[in-house]
């Protein structure tokens, strides 16, 4: 009889969870046992292994085999155990001395060749390890992502490979670190767009502070062009943030962008979109488009034709940053700190209030078009602004004193700098006491929000985003306390508030 005993991780929601692999061999007639909720891959396993082992040169064990996946009472589930559990039988069998996978953990699914394939979910897993101190092996497809990471990464393209290096025969070579590109973003410039200088300053406000924001207005006014040229105006992502957001693409077993890394992303769903497609789900469950937009924007067009039951799941994750899904086997929680860009038309038709065109909407037809966006999901929008047709002449002539997104992206820098040193956080996310105290408001702009919130019928929701935004623009103006001209312009930006 004999024991070897190897360090893994499992892969459910964000987490990346220990997974002990203990391979015990004793007497009795040949069998192959996998236990510790092991779902059908998990279970296939022992078809991979062997076959791997024995096209690798090894002799498999006629003994009664059982590999034990602890903790019991968790599923486990993919390839990634395949290379462990056939390391582990290779050791209980004295093919390489145990310690040799001490402080180790090891990824990987075996092809029937002894070939080593790419998994996904490699990235939150060697984060994990590189926190414990430990030292990782994986497939050489995934030794880009596991680098990230900052671990001491092995890295091999068959079963082979790996048996030798740790026999010690012929050793591996530490992976190098992979080499991150970080470029400011060229295209989408603010220049491009003619005119709407207040809806250019809306996006520059909604940028420095975080806030959520919605392009009401006529087709072919710009509105689109604007929400794809807000990530050219934040603020690049921290190392921290750019690994978190590269974990979710790593969790769906897509490539991670090394060039632009650090680029914010920003996700645009069609508008055909489902409710799990949006938020996640299915039966890993795995991230949606939500969490893909992590750290970055996600941006909605055409607001009112999305289903209303996906438009509502979006309510939590706006106010967490973090999104739950909840299955039989457990809950699931995926990152989802995302800032909300979205554009709609004012009417069914979309020429409401055009000056060059002519609406045939009812009344009745455009409450109905707009009761489509909810009153508790358009109070969690901060900026409301309304997107005009610009003049012929200035499409043609342009504008004097335009600014490129370079210019916006210097002052929107100097207000996240000024937030995160006050607070912490930006604006978008201050919360009660922390709200009033930051904003430092005297008895005149009370005086004209409580004015404004008897007028308009402000909910509670959006009165604490109204002082959001002022703090904002009193950021942006250098101020320490905001001011009734601070409360007057954060008014202005919400155009459907008393119109819903």
């Known amino acids: 009889m004999s024991l070897a005993i190897l360090n893994c991780r499992a892969q459910f929601g964000a987490d990346a969870p220990p997974v002990t692999i203990e391979v015990f061999l004793s007497g009795g007639l040949p069998a192959f046992t996998i236990v510790g909720m092991a779902e059908t891959a998990v279970r296939e396993s022992k078809d991979r292994v062997r076959g791997a082992l024995l096209s690798s040169g090894f002799e498999f064990p006629q003994q009664r085999i059982t590999i034990s996946l602890g903790p019991a009472e968790m599923k486990k589930s993919g390839g990634r155990y395949d290379l462990a559990i056939a390391l582990g039988i290779l050791a209980a069998k004295k093919q390489f001395p145990q310690d040799a996978l001490d402080n180790v953990e090891v990824y990987g699914e075996l092809s029937l060749s002894g070939a080593l394939r790419p998994v996904p979910g490699i990235l939150p897993a060697v984060l994990k390890a590189a926190a414990a101190g430990r030292k990782v092996i994986v497939p050489k497809g995934n030794e880009i992502e596991a ?25 591996l070579e530490i992976a190098a670190q992979t080499d991150l590109v970080s470029v400011d973003p060229t295209s989408n410039d603010l220049l491009d767009v003619r005119g709407q200088q207040r809806a250019k300053r809306a996006l520059e406000i909604a940028a420095a502070g975080g806030h959520n924001l919605l392009f009401v207005g006529p087709p072919g006014t710009g509105k689109s062009m604007l929400a794809r040229r807000l990530p050219g105006i934040l603020p690049p992502m921290t190392n921290a943030e750019a690994l978190e957001t590269a974990a979710i693409d790593s969790i769906l077993g897509m490539p991670i962008a090394l060039n632009g890394w650090r680029q914010r992303p920003f996700r645009s769903p069609h508008h055909t979109t489902s409710a799990a497609a949006l938020v996640g789900g299915g039966p890993g469950p795995r991230p949606g488009e939500i969490s893909r937009a992590h750290n970055g924007v996600l941006f909605l067009d055409e607001l009112p034709e999305f289903n209303r039951r996906a438009l509502e799941v979006l309510r939590e994750p706006l106010e967490t940053g973090v999104i739950s899904i909840s299955r039989v086997g457990g809950q699931a929680e995926f990152p989802a700190k995302f800032q909300l860009i979205a554009a709609m038309n004012p009417c069914p038709c979309g020429y409401l209030g055009d000056r060059f065109a002519d609406c045939r909407c009812s009344g009745d037809r455009v ?50 700098s000024v937030q995160l040193q006050r607070s912490g956080v930006n604006n978008a996310r201050l919360h009660g006491e922390e709200l009033e105290f930051v904003c430092g408001a005297n008895d005149a702009c009370w005086a004209l929000l409580e004015s404004a919130a008897e007028r308009f019928n402000l909910s509670a929701r959006a009165h604490q985003r109204v002082l959001r935004v002022a703090r904002t623009i009193a950021d942006l103006c250098g101020d320490k306390k905001i001011t009734p001209p601070h409360i007057a312009e954060a008014l202005s930006l919400r155009c459907l508030d008393g119109q819903t």
């Open 367 to 416: 409450a109905a078009y707009r009761r489509k966006i909810s009153g508790p999901l358009l109070d969690r929008i901060d900026l409301h602004v309304e997107v005009l047709r610009p003049s012929t002449e200035l499409l043609r002539t342009g504008e004097a004193g335009a600014e490129a997104s370079k210019t916006v992206r210097g002052r929107v820098e100097k207000a996240w």
């Open 147 to 171: 680098t990230l990471a900052c671990a001491e990464v092995y890295a091999a393209t068959s079963l082979a490979e790996i048996t030798a290096h740790l026999a010690g025969h012929q050793l």
